[in-house]
């Protein structure tokens, strides 16, 4: 991989799965639930070479700065990351991936990390969530917001709803953030499926136009719905976290899922995203994805194009870079002269 290749991160999480952030008597089956699923996607031997010896146990904690920083920065090639929060407050009392420990990774990194807040118009209320944006923007510098719609606890609301969702865009139009994230498709928690479909995102975007929608994990499974929003509205970009281990253990649907993003959509709106630390050290993804090639027979059969080095350079970090306002080669002037 050529040491030019800038590469930003869109999602870690400084997640907190410890039983003292529970918030309900069975919240121990979401997290149980949710840490086998990802344990099967991480990097076969990885673990040992981490000293994790209980797959699920030694990941039901809190995380800190030191240990995610080591991860990423240390063991692996990524320039920047985006510390995304991740509410869900139906199952985790300060959140899935808590706010504050989002920030303070982020002032822990200022050069390397961006801090992405998150609201909930659930918990406790519509009205909290808008002082709360104000907030985590004024006070904590948050560039971004992270949503996610569905609950256990019949609390569940959809990014279309002109009472509930739009006031959230409209405050952060006001707030000066205007790239809103949505968890769509591979569930967390045992909330309904139907209620993280990306069906809700079409008319958000196409009534904020100045605003930009990702929608992360390709929504899975409602692949093909995600395609075809996307593919028709330019506002809209797709986050590969969740997907991009994939490989690991299902290279070829890994290869179909691109070559059909690049059919399209195009590569200019894909984003790389891990998921560390739940999803391990990223960097054997990162190499799979610099070095893969669409098979000749996924191009013969759908008509997929083959990926380029300049695909893989937007993906792996410009698309984001250019997102956020970075300019790539003074930031990376930055980071060497730091080094």
């Not at 769509?184 to 069906?199: F, Y």
Request: hydrophobic letters at 40%.
């Amino acid at each position: 991989m050529n040491d030019d290749v800038f590469v930003f991160d869109n999602v870690v999480h400084m997640y907190d799965n410890s039983d003292e952030n529970f918030a309900r008597p069975d919240s121990h089956l979401d997290r149980l639930g949710q840490l086998r699923r990802v344990a099967k996607r991480r990097p076969p031997g990885q673990d040992a070479a981490y000293g994790i010896k209980d797959p699920i146990g030694d990941f039901a904690r809190r995380w800190t700065a030191e240990d995610l920083g080591r991860l990423i920065f240390e063991d692996s090639c990524i320039d920047m990351v985006m510390a995304q929060a991740v509410p869900l407050y139906d199952v985790y009392k300060d959140g899935f991936a808590p706010v504050k420990a989002q920030y303070e990774f982020a002032k822990a990194f200022p050069e390397r990390a961006l801090f992405c807040g998150a609201v909930d118009p659930s918990y406790p209320s519509l009205n909290a969530a808008l002082d709360d944006m104000e907030r985590q923007a004024n006070d904590m510098g948050s560039v971004s917001f992270k949503f996610y719609n569905a609950h256990i606890d019949g609390k569940s609301w959809r990014c279309d709803d002109p009472r509930i969702a739009y006031p959230l865009y409209e405050k952060a139009r006001d707030l000066g953030v205007t790239v809103m994230q949505f968890h769509k498709g591979n569930p967390i928690t045992r909330a309904s499926l139907d209620d993280l479909r990306p069906v809700d995102v079409q008319q958000a975007a196409m009534d904020f136009p100045d605003m930009t929608f990702a929608i992360h994990h390709l929504a899975l499974p409602y692949f093909e719905e995600t395609v075809y929003i996307a593919s028709r509205f330019a506002n809209v970009v797709l986050v590969l976290s969740g997907v991009m281990n994939m490989p690991v253990v299902a290279p070829w649907e890994f290869k179909t899922y691109i070559g059909r993003l690049l059919r399209d959509v195009g590569s200019d709106r894909i984003l790389f995203g891990s998921e560390t630390p739940l999803l391990g050290n990223p960097q054997p993804a990162i190499e799979w994805f610099w070095n893969m090639e669409i098979d000749d027979e996924l191009q013969d059969r759908y008509g997929f194009p083959q990926i380029t080095e300049e695909d893989k350079r937007k993906i792996l970090g410009e698309n984001q870079a250019r997102l956020f306002g970075i300019d790539i080669a003074a930031k990376k002037a930055e980071l060497e002269g730091a080094a």
